[in-house]
């Protein structure tokens, strides 16, 4: 039943992309204070379980009972740079303007990428679910 849920949701957000219609008269939301960036920021990375398992999945293969600790922070500090640089450039770039124009005038098209993507997922787990 819960795959089935999930198939049907995917679906269902599928479909609202594909439907996605073009407003230019769209306003882009205020922008936020740096402090409350950065509180939004850190409680999406704490907060969100797949980070957590992601990691445990990646170190699990190459960290050891026999681990040093000194490789051990190595590993976790290696994370916390590409994790942190990923998030920077992510906010630097939905800080520019021309790169918000731009994603604002091509949205709706990322909507209807998008939607396909997610219905061929639905599809997919549906597949899966009847073998």
Known sequence: ALQWSGALYLAWLGVKGLRARANPEAELPDVPTTA??????????????????????????????????????GYAATAMVIDGGWYLVVAWLFST???LERLKRHSVW????????????????VVSILK
């Open 110 to 125: 990322f909507e209807r990428v998008f939607g396909v993507i997610l219905v061929a997922l639905a599809g997919r787990l």
């Open 36 to 73: 409350s960036a950065a509180r939004d920021g850190f409680l999406v990375v704490f907060l969100n379980p797949k980070v957590a398992v992601f990691f445990i999945a990646l170190f699990s293969q190459v960290v050891g009972a026999d681990t040093s600790v000194l490789a051990k922070l």
């Open 97 to 99: 303007p021309a790169w």
